[in-house]
Nanobody, 119 residues
Framework: VQLQASGGGLVQPGGSLGLSCVAS????????MGWYRQAPGKLREYVAH???????NYADSVKGRFTTSRDNAKRTVYLQMNSLKPEDTAVYYC??????????????WGQGTLVTVSS
């Protein structure tokens, strides 16, 4: 299975951007899918995930601004980012994993896509 993320770019503070991640292979619908990000000089951090049952969870830093969704027919997971802040600047990674007792555990990573929030 390979994951291909796209949609990154430059956006002004307060703007919106949508990321997509397409998975190859089968059984996409059975897996939880998630997003992490890594800002310059910082550790990679959890952003959001969506389970096969369409349960969603978000990091506190993005809650109310970001929305993740999925289209199983297209084997694609999305991350809609609104009200972007400069501190959202990072390389965003999609991943595939599983959810145990509400905890998302990624085990397959795609390449990242850079999001830059700047005026």
């Amino acid at each position: 299975v390979q994951l291909q993320a796209s949609g990154g770019g430059l956006v002004q503070p307060g703007g919106s951007l949508g990321l997509s991640c397409v998975a190859s292979g089968s059984a996409f619908s059975l897996h939880s899918m998630g997003w992490y990000r890594q800002a310059p000089g910082k550790l990679r951090e959890y952003v959001a995930h969506i389970t096969s049952a369409l349960d969603r969870n978000y990091a506190d830093s993005v809650k109310g601004r970001f929305t993740t969704s999925r289209d199983n027919a297209k084997r694609t997971v999305y991350l809609q980012m609104n009200s972007l802040k400069p501190e959202d600047t990072a390389v965003y990674y999609c991943n595939q994993g599983r959810t145990l007792s509400g905890t998302y555990i990624p085990n397959l990573w795609g390449q990242g896509t850079l999001v830059t929030v700047s005026s």
